[in-house]
């Protein structure tokens, strides 16, 4: 019975796949081409995009998507957010596709149901884990930003002191750190683009601050919008008040950071202590019975 069981639902999952593929799979095989950093089955996605667009999913749980869609557009831009939302959700749902077909093979083989138990739950658990493992990454972008923001204002306020516009002294900041991949830079250095090609620096300025989707940020663009054109010292500090409070928010961070690490070796240390026990008492025992 779990053997006929296995080889049906293995039967239904792949043709399933073959048949969404020849009916929308070639409407979503322009999307699945996206550039996304962290997909690995982009190439089986056409027909899940489909499925997910049929089913009506992001009208159906519009929170649930709108929260995923914020996490992408904060690794990944605003540009075509929608559509890489469904991308990353047609990714995972194609793992637990691939899960559920192993799961009926393993029954298939030992004629047991564990293999289908054990693939359904990992199916399940699979999507929410690459959600929770995004949401990791959206909180430790955030987290470089506002640490990296004290360095960026203190040499801002340098360069405004020695005459510099603000125009100019972020392009020089981000000049001198174009060899860091680090999010604030890159997502500067985006901005600095779109002021070159024409866009004004306020509309420019704005942009970044979205794309970045950090509290902090959104105060320094404020600061900056409304005392740039002001410059001199009241621009300097303006903006060295904002520094002295981003340096108490940087020093927050760093003790998080280090109460996390510190709780992390918890495990390890008791293991390593349980071991070390074991090793010290079992000749003891030995000793003892003999």
Known sequence: ?????????MVLLGGGWVVLNRIGGERYRQLSRLSMEGLRLQKLTPPLVYLLERSKVPMRFPIWFYRIQGSVQKLHGLRRSPEMTLLFMADALAYTWL??????????????????????????LLPIALIRDMQKKVLLREQEIVMELPELLSKIVLLVGAGETVQRSIAHCVERSKDKNHPLYNELGRMLLEWEGGHPFQQAFEQFNKRCGVQEVSIFTTTVLLNFRRGGNDFALALRDLSRVLWEKRKAIGRTRGEQASSKLVFPMVVIFMIVIILLGAPAFMMMNM
């Open 99 to 124: 899960i559920w077909i192993g799961g009926c093979i393993w029954s298939l083989l030992t004629g047991e149901p564990m293999g289908m138990i054990a693939g359904f739950g990992l199916g399940v």
């Open 1 to 9: 019975m779990v053997v006929w069981i296995s080889a049906l639902l």
